[in-house]
């Protein structure tokens, strides 16, 4: 066996097929066309319009999973460690591609209330926040989360109340966090209920930015992006923090790729003519497609915004999805052969440690830094009450220590205001009292203690916004254990581990059997150092059987096309036989029974009346009377 | 027409205004789930004013058959590519016939057209063929050779729906030497096709027809590019890419910044081809153009008006772009000049030097005379502003420093510019893209500069450019880019390191170099070790295991890196036995990895060629040198 890169990994291709819909088996009596072999991992292809004879389409991919297949079998084998990644601070990306109608929205979403049926989605969602209740308490974390699509090569942010009006984001780069969307709206969530909340208000604005959600749904792809920052104290005392991005990506339906312009299939194109003279730049940039030029050109803004995952920096599966049905046989196969391109694509996953961008560490350290401001006012005002003690009033104050709570704070600032405010009143009447004094000094006097007022208040307020910050700030972290009260759940994390454990061990088994498939190949190979010359002939019509039946896989292919054509041909041949006969016919009446004076005058009275899609004869009225005629109807 | 009384005949007009209303603005508005309403509902008036015609012609056709059957033509499809001569035969386009002809045919057109958008190709292709039978019978003239040229593009753009490029060619070409011919021969302004079913009162003004005329051969000219684009022939589509933009320019059919950008990328083409005169003129005229497109509004005026900010990031993106050609531009001809006069050691042959200024009088000569024959872009008024940015910068190899230097200047100029929009903060992989541009005008210059303590320096400017971006980005987003910049630090401060040795050695001839000579000197070369080894690192797996099996595009890099990274370590001064010892273990280490991968690895063999064999004898030779030394150690204690 080859040795495998350790740094880079292959995106994951899963395939799913639907169930034949009741339609579907009505309609069609041969019924699917696609054949599974979920231990191995393969998917059989038959094309209903060959002959039996011929060999059937094999693909091989990481999974397979068939029309009977639970959500839960696809979420736990293919997506669940990919989310474990994330969690561990991983990129990773969840594609789901297929034709329109072959259950990819069912794949991403599922139906939400039915715990059996719900999809990708919300159990990425469960997996996450579950993952973090159950974390030891010195992790704190932070999810946010947004929700986008490109739609005509325009970026439109679903969480903004007005992206309807508003116009395409921009895609932008930074250094520290690579390319990202411009003032792209992004919520923290602290719970499963809120960040499902965040989903739901994206999916209305989808569907209500569209005039026609299916055909707006198939055309455009949406984007999904959970960031999930973990922060975690270090052997060396400093907090370290990872961050993992997941996007959860629901492609457009494969059969408009062509023409929203995704990857690949822009190749098909390529040798038909562009009309519009607006096209002469890309005519002139396939020209100048070189290495050492220039070239005006951007790539599509899918391909920019998930350039980490595709070939990039992370952890990708791919789901295709297929319709069983005879009829979307050339799709089927169109989209498997596109998973199966996508199985080389090559990935680099690493770790983000401590990026510098992380929001959270800018959390802790504004959380830290309001602390201080509030100890400080603390220690402020405790100062000032001191001296004004040492002044005028006796009080038994002393017993209030320095107590980290903020309500003792807030109830010491109260008092304090409360004291001062005294104190200045007193004052005032002192002031007001000293009969002596000039009036004018004393109207100084009496407005600086008024302005002294205020200045306490603005700063009990400041204390109270400050510490009303604080408060918001902490509530948006999670930590770890601590906010989700299903620590008593311990049996389901049990039930958990073990459904995991199978789904692995699944996932080896199948693994095992590819391989063992792919050995026995090799061991075919190895044989070829012979010890005899029988041995040989042996393996080498072995050899010559396989490379036969590859042969006959691709006659076939060329006869399949080769066969379309001539049937076309025929039916049109066909046709063309029977019309020219009936024409002939036709002709032999005219000739033979209609005088040709008649017939001139027959055929200047005809003419044909395109709605009713046959010929008519002119009224022998002249034309132009009721050419009027008709018009003044119309027109009155 | 005689026998159309004036009503009939306007009434077919009409329908023909109302076809043509509904094809072009009616369609648009057609719903997704009928998306070709209206276009057949155009097809119907079209087949009426069909019918229309023809049965005026049947009633005509007594009188006329004379004309008619006398011209026995073979009923044979005609097939373009074994080019008839349309401008000798037939009935002359003017005549009575040949109007009815060209009337009848241009329904046939549009009928074609309209099936060929309803995606109905083979009805399509019948119409237009029909077409082409009718323009059979006549003589080109300005009454029908407007569609004599439509009627191939449409033709050509069918066949090459079909992938049947050389077909599309065949029908294209024709177009292209009839429009030759007619203007030669004729050249007065041609019949529009739409005038055919006016009345008189509506025709067409001389110049709207000339215009109409040559915006149809306009297309010719692009989709000519397109199929010779699509058949290989990249120079020749290039030339009908240029002529194109030369025909839009000319006609005044274009908008400034898309044209500047179209032809600020043709400029690519060209130097990628070393053809840097054309290169220039196209980007001299790209800029031209792009002045046209406007002021850039002020940063005031931007946040003041999203309109006007959003056209101030427009135009200041696109001139960018514009300055990113330029640079490449200087660059490409710093470049390929080096490679010209380089030496086998890769510095500047003087022999060489000499023989090609000797040359330069002959080529300046032959500039001259290219100019006068290549395709020039410009109107009048353009024309002076172009040819005054050409001045500005050559486009013949420079041969020395100095014209060199004038080279590195305006590229420098353009990479100011350029780098002023692509910023850091917001477009990081444009701007360090821009970034190594600018450092490899200096490697270039660098080449030209026989003062090697100016060369040093002109390396330092690159380290300094490059060096704290590198560290600055993001190691996970920006993998590649880093891996790009990190050889490219390792393999500047090598280069720095040597030419620091040979000053050394060129000043001090007799005498050992000085300590600080040897400071800068091991300083240099654990820079350049260390970049390399940052390089190597970032293959690693996030375990921190090195790969097994290098990925294609890394293989020969990395095979490289170790390579450097081996020599480095033999070359490290010291007067300290133990870490002599050290460093040629390194050495060894790093030398048998690339021996002990390759004999892994048959098939990378070939990517390192020239380091394989030397690492081998590496290999070979260093355990001696360790054992002496170790030898020697031994002794001393």
Known sequence: VMSKNKSSESVKVVVRCRPLSRKEESSGPAGGIVQMDLRLGQVILRNPRAPPSEPQKTFTFDAVYDANSKQRELYDESVRPLIDSVLAGFNGTIFAYGQTGTGKTYTMQGAWLDPEKRG????????????????????????????????LEE??????????????????????????????????????????????????????????????????????????????????????????????????????????????????????????????????????????????????????????????????????????????????????????????????PRVNEDPKDALLREFQREIARLRAQLNYRKWRSKQKNEQMEGESWDGDREKETEGEEDEEVEKEAEEYVKLEEQRLEREKEAIRGDEYMVAEEKQRLLGEKERMMVDLRKEQEATEQLTAKYKAMESKLLVGGKNIIDHTNEQQKMLEMKRQE?????????????????????????????????????????????????????????????????????ELEQTQNELTRELKFKYLIIENFIP????????????????????????????????????????? | MASFNSNEWRAICDKFTNAQNLTETESRKDPENDPFRSKYKARDLLREIYCSLKSFEAGEGEEDSSGESGDQRPTEEPVDGQREDVFGQGFSGDSPAGLRAARLGAVEYYLGVNHVDTEELSAGQEHLMNCMKLLERCRVSSQNVSLFIHVRNQLGILWAGRDETETAQGFLETAESIYQRYMKEDGSPPTDMTEYFTTEENLLTHQERTKRFELAYTHTMYYLAQVYKNLGQTERAATYCHTTLQRQLQLNQFTPMEWALNAATLSQYYI?????????????????????????????????????????????????????????????????????????IGELDTDRQDEL?????????????????????????????????????????????????????????????????FQMDGYVTDHIEILQDHSALFRALAFFEEDMERRCKMHKRRVDMLETICNDLNAQYYLLIRRQLMFELAETYNEMMDLKLTLANRQADTQSLDNHTIKKFNHLCSASAKYFQMFLDSLCSPEGKYPEHLEEEVLRPALVARFRVARLHSRFISSSPTVQLDNLNKSLENYKYVVQYCEAHPEAEAAVETELELSKEMVGLLPLKINRLKARMASNN
């Open chain 1, 155 to 348: 970026i439109r942010d679903l969480l903004d109340p007005n992206h309807t009006n508003a116009r395409g984001l921009e895609l932008r780069e930074n250094p520290d966090t690579g390319v990202y969307v411009q003032d792209l709206t992004s919520c923290v969530c602290k719970s499963i209920k809120e960040i499902e909340e965040v989903m739901n208000v994206g999916n209305q604005a989808r569907a209500v930015g569209a005039t026609d959600m299916n055909e707006h749904s198939s055309r455009s792809h949406a984007l999904f992006l959970i960031t999930v920052e973990c922060s975690q104290p270090g052997p060396d005392g400093r907090k370290h923090i990872r961050v993992g991005r997941l996007n959860l990506v629901d492609l457009a339906g494969s059969e408009r790729q062509a023409k929203t312009g995704v990857q690949g299939e822009r190749l098909k194109e390529a040798a038909k003519i562009n009309l519009s003279l607006s096209a002469l730049g890309n005519v002139i940039s396939a020209l100048a497609d070189g290495r050492s030029g220039h070239v005006p050109y951007r790539d599509s803004k899918l391909t920019r915004l998930l350039q980490d995952s595709l070939g990039g920096n992370a952890k990708t599966v791919m789901v295709a999805t297929l319709g069983p049905a005879p009829q979307h046989y050339d799709e089927t196969l169109t989209t498997l052969r596109y998973a199966n391109r996508a199985k080389n694509i090559q990935n680099q």
């Open chain 2, 357 to 421: 200024k000797m040359a330069r009088r002959r080529e300046e000569e032959e500039e001259e005379k290219g100019r006068k024959s290549a395709l020039l872009f410009g109107s009048e008024d353009t024309f002076d502003s172009i040819a005054s940015i050409e001045e500005k910068v050559m486009c013949l190899f420079p041969l020395d420093f100095t014209e060199a230097r004038s080279v590195f200047l305006v590229g420098q100029n353009y990479v100011t510019q350029a780098k002023d929009f």
């Open chain 1, 502 to 570: 199978i789904a692995e061990q699944t996932r080896n088994e199948r693994e095992i059997q590819q391989q063992m498939l792919a050995q026995d190949e090799e061991t075919l190979e190895l044989r070829e150092t012979f010890t005899s010359l029988q041995q040989e002939v042996e393996a080498k019509t072995k050899k010559l059987k396989k490379l036969y039946t590859k042969l006959q896989c691709i006659k076939a292919e060329i006869k399949d096309v080769n066969d379309e054509h001539v049937k076309s041909r025929q």
């Open chain 2, 272 to 344: 990628t081809k070393g053809r840097y005169m054309e290169g220039r003129h196209c980007l001299s005229a790209a800029t031209v153009i792009s002045d046209l497109a406007g002021e850039v509004p002020s940063e005031a005026a931007a946040q003041e008006s999203e309109a006007e900010s959003e056209r101030r990031e427009h135009l200041r993106q696109k001139r960018a772009e514009i300055a990113r050609c330029w640079i490449k531009y200087c660059l490409n001809l710093l470049q390929d000049a080096r490679k010209q006069l380089e030496d086998n």
């Open chain 1, 120 to 151: 990708v989605i919300p159990n990425a969602f469960d997996h996450v926040f579950t993952h973090i209740s159950r974390s030891q308490s010195d992790k704190q974390y932070l999810v946010r989360a947004s929700y986008l699509e490109i739609y």
């Open chain 1, 596 to 636: 040709p004076e008649e017939k001139n005058k027959i055929m200047n009275r005809l003419i044909f009346d395109p709605e009713e899609d046959q010929w008519k004869f002119q009224p022998l009225v002249p034309a132009e009377s009721v050419y009027f005629e008709m018009h003044g109807l119309n027109f009155y």
